[in-house]
C-alpha cells in the first residue's frame, strides 16, 4: 500500500477489486484529498467528487488537447469530453434515440437478442460469459441503433480494445499522454470505418443514429469529421463496454453473495435495485479527469489552470459519510446515490439502456439455469486504470 502511494500509482482492479479498495479506503480518512507527484490532484470523498463534476465552468471534461497530433482525435466531438454550451447542443442531437420511452421500445428486441445468444450455448454446461453474452448483446444493440453493419462485431471488438488502452494511458493524471502504434493504427482504421459509413448515410440517409450525426448542424455548422468521428466512436463503445462491463459484475456479484442471490430468485422485483447495487459496488467507470479551468484551492492544495482533477467515483461510492455501512453489498439500500453514470451535465446519456440491457439478460439467465457459478480460475479482470470489469468469465450453469 505504502509504496504504491509513494510511486504515485494506485492499483488497478486486476484482482477483482481488493487493492484498489483498500487503498481507496486509506486516502479517504488519510488524504482525502492528494496531490500526486505528477501534480494532478485526486478526490476521494462523495461530497469532492460530486461538487467537481457539477461545475464544468472550473473543472473542465475538454481534455481534447491532450489528444496526440498524429492520430485521429477521439475525444473531440464527445460528448464526455465537451463542455457547455456545445456539450448541450451535441447532446440534443441524440437524446431522443436515449428517452426512457424510446429506450423501452427496444425491450423485445433486447429478449430476442438475448435468447439467440443463449440458445447458441444451450447445449453445454460450461461457457465463457464475455464472449457469449455480455459483449455479444450490447454490442449488437448499439450497432443496429447505429445503423452499422453486427457482422462486424470482431473489428468492433479489436477497436474496444484499443480504447480501453488509450483510456487507460489518458487516465494517468496527466496533461499529456502517448499511444502506442498499435492503438492509433486502430483509432485510423476505425476513424476510416465510421466516416465512410457517414457518408453514406449523407447519401441515403434513414433514421438510425449515424444519419443523425453526419446530417447533424450545430449553431448552423456540421461536425467536424473529427467530431463525427469520436461522436460516433463514443456511442459505439460507451453502449457496449459499460453494459459489457456491469453483467459481467453483476453476475460476480451473485456469486459472491449467495443469499442475496437466492433472494432476487425468489423476489424478481429486486432485480433493479440489485443492479444499482452492483453499480455502487462495482462501476465500470472508477474515475474521470477533468482540466482546471482557473486557479482554485481544493482543500489544503492550490490547483493551477492547466492542472488535472482526478474524481473518483468508485471511492465515492463507498464514502462512509454518504453511504451507510457501504462495505455490505444492501439489495434493499434506498437511497443509493452511486456515481456509477456520473453526475451533472455528463451523467452518462445511455444510462437507461444500460440498466434494460442488464434487467433482461439477468431476468432471462435467472429463469433458464438454476445454477450459475464462475469456473476454473474464475474471472480474469481488466487490468488497466479506470475501467472495473472482467475481461473473462468462464461459466459452469446447471439448466433450470
Not at 421500445?105 to 450455448?121: C, F, G, H, K, Q
Not at 443469499?259 to 453499480?279: C, G, Q, Y
Request: charged residues 25%; negative net charge; aromatic residues 6%.
Amino acid at each position: 500500500m505504502t509504496d504504491n502511494l509513494l510511486a504515485g500509482q494506485p492499483p488497478t482492479t486486476a484482482d477483482g477489486g481488493t487493492q484498489l479498495l483498500a487503498w481507496l479506503r486509506e486516502m479517504r480518512r488519510n488524504q482525502p484529498i492528494w496531490q500526486e507527484p505528477s501534480g494532478a490532484v485526486h478526490l476521494f470523498r462523495h461530497a469532492d467528487v460530486t461538487a467537481v463534476l457539477a461545475d464544468p465552468a472550473t473543472f473542465s471534461s475538454d481534455v481534447s488537447q491532450a489528444a496526440p497530433d498524429d492520430v485521429p482525435n477521439f475525444v473531440e466531438g464527445s460528448l464526455a469530453a465537451t463542455d457547455p454550451p456545445r456539450h448541450r447542443k451535441l447532446r440534443r442531437i441524440v437524446s431522443e434515440a436515449f428517452t426512457p420511452k424510446t429506450v423501452a421500445s427496444l425491450e423485445p428486441r433486447i429478449v430476442e437478442l438475448t435468447n439467440e445468444l443463449l440458445d447458441a450455448v444451450a447445449d453445454r454446461d460450461e461457457w465463457e460469459f464475455v464472449d457469449a453474452l455480455s459483449n455479444p448483446l450490447p454490442v449488437t444493440v448499439i450497432a443496429e441503433l447505429l445503423g452499422i453493419p453486427v457482422a462486424d462485431q470482431p473489428k468492433f471488438r479489436r477497436w474496444a480494445e484499443a480504447a480501453i488502452t488509450a483510456t487507460n494511458d489518458a487516465q494517468v493524471g496527466e496533461a499529456e499522454f502517448h499511444i502506442s502504434d498499435w492503438v492509433a493504427e486502430q483509432l485510423r482504421e476505425m476513424q476510416e470505418y465510421l466516416l465512410a459509413h457517414a457518408k453514406r448515410r449523407l447519401e441515403e440517409p434513414t433514421g438510425d443514429l449515424m444519419t443523425r450525426l453526419a446530417t447533424a448542424e450545430v449553431d448552423g455548422v456540421k461536425l467536424t469529421d473529427n467530431e463525427l468521428f469520436s461522436f460516433a466512436a463514443d456511442l459505439l463503445f460507451a453502449g457496449h463496454i459499460t453494459t459489457t462491463m456491469l453483467l459481467g459484475n453483476s453476475l460476480v456479484s451473485l456469486h459472491e453473495h449467495p443469499d442475496v442471490a437466492a433472494e432476487v430468485r425468489a423476489d424478481r422485483t429486486l432485480v433493479p435495485s440489485f443492479i444499482e447495487e452492483v453499480l455502487r459496488v462495482r462501476p465500470p467507470i472508477t474515475l474521470t479527469n477533468r482540466l482546471v479551468r482557473k486557479d482554485t484551492h481544493l482543500g489544503g492544495v492550490d490547483v493551477p489552470t492547466g492542472g488535472m482533477v482526478v474524481a473518483w467515483m468508485l471511492s465515492a461510492n463507498y464514502d462512509e459519510d454518504k453511504i451507510p455501512a457501504p462495505e455490505a453489498f444492501d439489495v434493499h439500500r434506498d437511497p443509493n446515490p452511486h456515481l456509477a453514470f456520473g453526475h451533472g451535465i455528463h451523467f452518462c446519456i445511455g444510462a437507461p439502456l444500460g440498466r434494460l440491457e442488464t434487467r433482461i439478460a439477468l431476468n432471462i439467465l435467472l429463469n433458464r439455469y438454476q445454477g450459475i457459478r464462475p469456473s476454473g480460475d474464475g474471472p480474469t479482470y481488466h487490468d488497466a486504470g479506470g475501467l472495473f470489469g472482467v475481461a473473462k468469465l468462464p461459466l459452469v450453469v446447471t439448466p433450470a
